[in-house]
T-cell receptor, first 115, second 113 residues
């Protein structure tokens, strides 16, 4: 039962263009969402997050959009740079309760930005 | 501020042995979560500790255990290692004050032969 899905295993983009990474979730209890970037053999690096009370959050070149009715979020990177090439994971957590400290991750999308 | 540190970074063990991995959280962070990453299963939650207490546990066998010390440092132990335990083990820390971000360490790469 995969509660967080990243249906695109890979994405290839030209430098300077927009990268759009997508994520769908099925658990309506999720109310906090995060994007992480990961290089091989390293830990995930936090990029940006969004709470369910918002539909957009922006930080520099990174913007996350949340569509609660569609249970869908996306990460936009503008402009894309070769250094952005990595695996991107979306993750979700529900509010409190018995889910302390548990993030549920998607399977990841490999982003390649070509110079 | 120093990030999350994990030791050792790499480890090779044989089947049947046990292993202990260590994690030091960001200063001031009181919650430590552990994850296992494998190519087939992705990032899977193992357990979370706060104030030396396990508050949450993922769907892993009892061979996987952990603990947290009074300084918030945490260890995880895997007993009777199996080939399938080969993975990248990640720990993450957070302030534990509600909705918040987890910050990950570099991971320990465990290879079981």
């Amino acid at each position: 039962d995969q509660q967080v899905k990243q249906n695109s295993p890979s994405l290839s983009v030209q430098e300077g263009r927009i990268s759009i990474l997508n994520c769908d979730y099925t658990n309506s209890m999720f109310d906090y969402f995060l994007w992480y970037k990961k290089y091989p053999a390293e830990g995930p690096t936090f990029l940006i997050s969004i709470s369910s009370i918002k539909d957009k959050n922006e930080d520099g070149r990174f913007t996350v959009f949340l569509n609660k009715s569609a249970k869908h979020l996306s990460l936009h990177i503008v402009p894309s740079q070769p250094g952005d090439s990595a695996v991107y994971f979306c993750a979700a957590s529900p509010a409190g309760g018995t889910s302390y400290g548990k993030l549920t991750f998607g399977q990841g999308t490999i982003l390649t930005v070509h110079p | 501020k120093a990030g999350v540190t994990q030791t050792p970074r790499y480890l090779i063990k044989t089947r049947g042995q046990q292993v202990t991995l260590s994690c030091s959280p960001i200063s001031g962070h009181r919650s430590v979560s552990w994850y296992q990453q494998t190519p087939g299963q992705g990032l899977q939650f193992l357990f979370e500790y706060f104030s030396e207490t396990q508050r949450n546990k993922g769907n892993f066998p009892g061979r996987f255990s952990g603990r947290q010390f009074s300084n918030s440092r945490s260890e995880m132990n895997v007993s009777t290692l199996e080939l399938g335990d080969s993975a990248l083990y990640l720990c993450a820390s957070s302030l534990a004050r509600g909705q918040e971000t987890q910050y990950f360490g570099p991971g320990t790469r465990l290879l079981v032969l």
